[in-house]
C-alpha cells in the first residue's frame, strides 16, 4: 500500500501536492523491503553457481523476516515506475541507495532498470542536477557481485537498443554542454581510481583505452583553451573572478577550476600505457558478454519516457574589440 501511495494510485484519494514530501514513507519501505527475503529474484552470471549472499539486507534483521509479498514484487520488479520515482524524488537519500544496491544485487533484470534510468537522467537532467544521478551510478558500479563487469560495461558503452553510454554522452555534450561532459569523466575517474574489476577493463578493452584517451585529451584542451569572456562587471585587465564549481553553477561552458585540472591529472595517471601496433600484439578483451538481461519497459505501454526541455546553449560572446 505505501509503494502505491508513493506512486499516487493507493485507495485514498490522490495526493493534492505537486511537490508532496514523500522522504519518510521511502525510507519506511526501504526498510521494510531490505527486511524481506528476494533470494528468488536473484541469479549467478554463472551457470550452475549459486547467486552470492546479498550483504545489503537492513542491518538490524540478522535474517530476513519474511518472503517479500507478491504484490510488492511486481510493483518493484514487474514494471519501472517506482524506481523510477524513487530516483527522481529521493537520489540524496541514504535509503535509496541501500535499497538500490539490496535489489541489484545479482539481478541482472533490476540492474538494468536502474542503469537505463540513471544514464537517462544523466543524459537529459540540467548539468547543475546531474551529481545526485552520478552518484548513485558509481554506487552501482561498485557493487561486486557477479554482474559486476556486466554493469561497468553497459554504463561506459550503453545498453545495447536502449541507452547511451557514458563515453556516448561525452561526446554528444562536448560542444554546447561541456559541463555534462565533464562530471561524467570525474565520475569515471572516481570509478577507475577506486574499482580494480573497472581499471582492468580500461586497461584490456581497446575500444574503451581509446575513448578514454579522447576523453582526457578533450579535457586538457578546454582547459588551455583561452577562456571564454569574462563577466563584464569585472573590468580589469590582469585579473578575473574565481571559477565556478562545474557541478552546482549554472551554465553551459566547462569553468576552468582547480578541481578541474585536479579531476584533468588523476584522469591522465589512469591512462593505459602506450602498447605495440594490433598486428604485433593482439587485443586482449575483458570477457563480458554484448549485454545484460532484457531491460522491462520503463513505461506503461503505449507511453513513451518525455525528454525534459534541454537548456538551450548561451551564444559565446565576443571579447570587445
Known amino acids: 500500500m ?46 550452475n553457481t549459486s547467486p552470492l549472499p546479498n550483504p545489503h539486507g537492513d542491518a538490524s534483521c540478522t535474517e530476513p523476516l519474511m518472503p517479500i509479498q507478491p504484490k510488492v514484487a511486481e510493483i518493484l520488479y514487474g514494471r519501472a515506475t517506482y524506481v523510477k520515482k524513487i530516483i527522481e524524488d529521493a537520489n540524496t537519500s541514504e535509503d535509496t541507495v541501500k535499497l538500490l544496491k539490496f535489489c541489484c544485487w545479482e539481478n541482472p533484470l533490476f540492474s538494468s532498470t536502474v542503469l537505463s534510468e ?7 537532467s540540467y548539468t547543475y542536477e546531474l551529481r ?49 561532459a565533464y562530471q561524467c569523466i570525474k565520475c569515471m575517474v572516481s570509478l577507475f581510481s577506486s574499482c580494480l574489476a573497472a581499471q582492468q577493463m580500461l586497461h584490456s578493452n581497446g575500444d574503451l583505452k581509446r575513448k578514454w584517451t579522447w576523453a582526457v585529451d578533450w579535457l586538457n584542451d578546454e582547459l588551455d583553451r583561452r577562456p571564454y569572456a569574462a563577466n563584464q562587471q569585472y573590468g580589469f585587465n590582469n585579473w578575473s573572478p574565481p571559477a565556478q564549481s562545474n557541478e552546482t553553477s549554472n551554465g553551459y561552458f566547462l569553468e576552468r577550476s582547480p578541481s578541474a585540472r585536479s579531476t584533468l591529472e588523476k584522469a591522465y595517471e589512469l591512462c593505459p600505457e602506450d602498447e605495440p601496433e594490433p598486428e604485433e600484439c593482439e587485443e586482449a578483451e575483458v570477457a563480458v558478454p554484448e549485454e545484460v538481461a532484457p531491460l522491462p519497459p520503463s513505461s506503461e505501454p503505449g507511453q513513451q519516457q518525455q525528454q525534459p526541455q534541454q537548456q538551450q546553449p548561451l551564444q559565446q560572446q565576443q571579447p570587445p574589440g
Not at 511537490?19 to 533470494?39: F, K, M, N, T, W
Not at 540513471?118 to 537529459?124: F, K, S, V
Open 2 to 47: 505505501f509503494m502505491l501511495v508513493a506512486l499516487d494510485e493507493g485507495p485514498g484519494p490522490a495526493i493534492k501536492y505537486q511537490y508532496a514530501e514523500l522522504g519518510r514513507l521511502y525510507q519506511v519501505v526501504s526498510q521494510l523491503i531490505r527486511s524481506c527475503d528476494v533470494s528468488h529474484k536473484q541469479q549467478s552470471s554463472q551457470q
Open 118 to 124: 540513471l544514464l537517462w537522467q544523466i543524459a537529459y
Open 132 to 180: 545526485p544521478y552520478l552518484d548513485l551510478l558509481l554506487h552501482m558500479l561498485l557493487l561486486d557481485d557477479s554482474w559486476q563487469n556486466h554493469r561497468i560495461h553497459n554504463a561506459l558503452k550503453g545498453i545495447p537498443d536502449d541507452r547511451e553510454g557514458l563515453f556516448d554522452t561525452i561526446q554528444r555534450s562536448k560542444n554546447h554542454y561541456q559541463k555534462r
